[in-house]
């Protein structure tokens, strides 16, 4: 009876803590610059009536609409997260709540992070990367290329300030066989510096490069609007919301927020994701190969028509001529539409 009673007696303590554990919040959402945004918890959606101020927890999925930005706060570690259009996270807890993993599915991040101390980390995930930091202002985006013949999402992990340690997953050759083999390559990315995980010929490779211009150009112009409050919980109420960060904005960009529509959203997971890049890229295949046999076909009206006019039959030439400007008009709408396709 007395085992019985410490087993019960432990199951209600464990039981306890992790449901403690489950709802201690990690983040919150600290700017928002339009009402479009989405957040997931256990499989349904917040409601909410201002996304500024919303609490997050493990396991919360965030998604930005077209044209939105928003900014998390983190206390512990201390860091913002600023995420633009059309970009999904998750945020996960590995072992504690001082241990924060976003796994980035589709879009772009930066993040600002302080010095971390010993018990501390920080981590951004994509399906072809992992980037860890102490104290980094770095970017991390999984995007699809808008023209390609095959269209996969590429990784890009860039540093601005600090250093980055990525590790990348690749393809190699697996001893003699043609079989491919995925093993992890690591890179330290420092200041103006970023590694590029792609697909080219059939298998994933990651190379170190200078930081492209245009990226740097890009985040100029989504410059952080909140700042974090470094100071430290003094009264009791305080010391019992220290995870939560409080809400502070930078003094030009304060009460600039904009009322926009509301716009649709999807909400995506991994292998949701995975099909309608497949998806994508049969389109944007099929749009290419269109324009391509449209224009090859109108090509080749204008040799025979060049050939009739050089032998003296402009009659028969000028029906050709029309018919191949027609076909070269036709392709422009199958190019567009490969150009504009996103998943």
């Given amino acids: 009876m007395h085992r019985i009673k410490v087993v019960v007696f432990f199951i209600v303590v464990l039981s306890s803590w992790l449901l403690v554990a489950q709802e201690t919040p990690l983040a919150i959402l600290s700017y928002a610059s ?55 996270i ?75 340690f990525v590790i990348a997953y690749i393809d190699v050759s697996s001893g003699s066989s043609e079989n491919l083999e995925t093993v992890p390559k690591e890179f330290t990315v420092k200041n103006n510096e970023m590694v590029v995980v792609e697909r080219k010929d059939a298998r994933s490779v990651a190379t170190l490069q200078k930081l492209e211009y245009g990226l740097t150009e890009f985040w100029t112009t989504q410059e952080f609007v909140s700042t974090l409050q470094s100071s430290s919980p003094s009264t009791d109420q305080e010391k019992s919301e220290e995870y939560l960060p409080r809400l502070t904005f930078s003094p030009e960009t304060e009460n ?49 028509s060049w050939y009739f006019n050089a032998t003296g039959l402009p009659e028969q030439a000028a029906p050709l001529n029309v018919a191949a400007d027609i076909l070269f008009m036709s392709a422009i709408p199958f190019m567009i539409f490969a150009i504009v396709i996103q998943p």
């Fill in 34 to 88: 339009a009402q479009d945004v989405l957040v997931i918890r256990n499989n349904k959606k917040v409601v909410f009536d201002d996304p500024i101020g919303l609490v997050l927890y493990a396991g919360d999925q965030v998604q930005t609409g077209r044209g939105v930005s928003l900014e998390i706060q983190f206390s512990k570690p201390a860091g913002i997260l600023r995420m633009t259009e059309n970009t999904t």
């Fill in 90 to 164: 998750v945020i996960e807890r590995l072992k504690t709540n001082s241990t924060i993993n976003i796994r980035l599915i589709y879009g772009r991040v930066r993040t600002k992070m302080s010095k971390l101390a010993g018990n501390e980390s920080f981590s951004i995930t994509s399906a072809q990367a992992v980037a860890g930091v102490r104290g980094t202002d770095f970017g991390f985006e999984v995007l699809t290329p808008r023209v390609a013949l095959n269209p996969m999402p590429v990784t890009k992990i860039y540093c601005f300030e600090g250093e980055v």
């Fill in 256 to 304: 600039q927020q904009t009322d926009q529509e509301d716009v649709n959203v999807l909400v995506v997971n991994d292998e949701v994701f995975k099909n309608r890049i497949l998806a994508t890229s049969r389109l944007k295949d099929a749009g290419i190969l269109g324009s391509i046999v449209l224009s090859a076909a109108g090509l080749s009206l204008k040799g025979i």
